[in-house]
């Protein structure tokens, strides 16, 4: 259903399409359908400049869990730094989902991606001067944690406010592609640049390549006024998106899968660095080689999705791919053979991407446009905030049985996840077709059809 469409009623619609800008001549109009989203200008900025700071991302990714480990050589200590870092966004994310739907998303993601910078800076220059402890690791982690709170479903939500509802669904997955485009490079330049010059220079970079993405967003053409306000207040449209997941059965179902694998299969990458260091014997370059594997994947994943033109299948998928991430992920906790380990990380990156980006598509099929931003905070809470408590969990456990056996625990669960969904989906595949319905009804939008079993078939393909 992920690193995820869209229909909307016609008051979305029409803010959806403001900010998406014109459809370009060609031979933006001629693009194949796969890049599709990329007729629209205010998506190309978006696009470039995030995918130049993502790579910065991944590096600093990579660069401070090696440091952490460096630092401490513990298995909890990296536990406790992924809570850290993402423990804010379960915890506040249904404030900035919110915030998404009551406020302009364009002026949001200018400040979090500014904020996310001068963080960045700051690990940077307490590394490069040799000042750094691991204290300083968890409170930056943290506060970037409370920045991505609101960052994500913030951008998760604008998506439609770029390229409109008719292309959200090939844009949510040429997002997927761009952020493990950037997770298959970033990795690999980190892994060198850390054995060579440290891991300074990684967060350094970071650093530098937001003001891409902050130039992209600053181009925009987009829409100054703040979005229609929200009846009641803030506490009452946070509790509102929450109802509307509970009592929204495919929606819930799809979000109890992805917490379940976010908690107990995501974690195996905070454990990475042991066994890049001490059962794989690769180091640092090891580290961002077995990463990039895994990358490239999702990268993988993530292009196949671009190139399915609806949903249709797509929670057979997921129920799939969550299968494959787990039985990936036991083959990967078994093997002590490095490039047979890279191998193992493909598919564990490939399941890893469809499942996320695939449920991600089906939530905003569903989902009305005046809601979308808190039910992405609730997505954000499962797919990031359920992280934490899996890395916190993973990090314990790895001290008392072992990396490999922790892996291996979580591959298990994920596949019992998978079967208890597969099992359900007939009755949740009904249930979506009638919300698809009724929301045409609602929105009064023809383009989007229902044929077959209760399957879901997406908007046809523009003209031109």
């Excluded at 998978?418 to 009064?444: C, K, N, S, T, Y």
Aim: aromatic share 8%.
């Amino acid at each position: 259903m992920s690193e995820a469409g869209d229909v909307a009623n016609e008051s979305g619609d029409r803010a959806g399409h403001a900010g998406a800008g014109e459809e370009q001549p060609w031979p933006w109009s001629r693009l194949p359908f796969v890049l599709r989203g990329l007729r629209h200008r205010n998506y190309r900025l978006f696009f470039g400049g995030q995918f130049i700071s993502l790579i910065g991302t991944w590096m600093q990714a990579v660069a401070q869990s090696w440091l952490v480990y460096r630092l401490t050589g513990s298995a909890v200590l990296l536990g406790f730094v992924g809570f850290a870092g993402q423990i804010p966004v379960f915890l506040l994310a249904p404030v900035g989902g919110s915030a998404a739907d009551r406020y302009n998303r364009h002026r949001i993601l200018l400040a979090t991606q500014t904020t996310a910078m001068l963080l960045a800076f700051i690990l940077a220059a307490l590394t490069l001067t040799g000042r750094v402890q691991v204290w300083h690791v968890f409170a930056l982690a943290a506060s970037l944690g409370m920045v991505n709170a609101f960052d994500v479903p913030t951008r998760q939500a604008f998506a439609v406010d770029m390229v409109g509802r008719e292309d959200l669904i090939n844009a949510i997955a040429l997002n997927s592609s761009m952020i493990n485009g950037a997770r298959m490079v970033g990795p690999a330049i980190a892994g060198v640049l850390v054995a060579s010059v440290g891991e300074g220079w990684c967060f350094l970079v970071n650093a530098i390549s937001y003001l891409a993405v902050i130039a992209g967003l600053l181009l925009m053409t987009v829409d100054a006024q703040a979005r229609v306000p929200l009846p009641g207040s803030a506490l009452a449209s946070i509790v509102e998106g929450f109802r509307y997941v509970r009592h929204t059965r495919p929606i819930r179902t799809l979000l109890l899968l992805l917490g379940l694998v976010s908690l107990m299969g995501m974690p195996y990458a905070v454990l990475m660095p042991i066994f890049a260091d001490r059962i794989l014997h690769g180091g640092p370059r090891g580290l961002g080689l077995l990463m990039g594997a895994s990358g490239f994947g999702a990268l993988i994943g993530a292009v196949v999705l671009a190139t399915k033109k609806g949903i249709r299948g797509l929670g057979q998928w997921i129920a799939f791919s969550a299968a494959g991430f787990g039985l990936g992920l036991i083959l990967f906790s078994m093997s002590r053979n490095f490039l047979f380990s890279m191998v193992l990380l493909t598919p564990v990156g490939f399941s890893m991407m469809i499942e996320m980006a695939a449920s991600n598509t089906l939530i905003q099929s569903l989902v009305r446009d005046e809601l979308r931003g808190r039910v992405m905070a609730v997505y954000a809470m499962m797919f990031m905030g359920m992280a934490p408590f899996g890395s916190l969990l993973a990090g314990t456990l790895a001290d008392h049985i072992g990396a490999p056996e922790t892996v291996r625990l979580g591959g298990v669960m994920c596949m019992a996840g998978a079967v208890v969904f597969r099992w359900h989906l007939p009755a949740l595949r009904q249930e979506a077709r009638q919300m698809i319905v009724a929301l045409q009804v609602a929105g009064g939008d023809p383009a989007e059809e229902i044929t077959g079993q209760g399957s879901i078939v997406a908007p046809r393909e523009p003209h031109g």
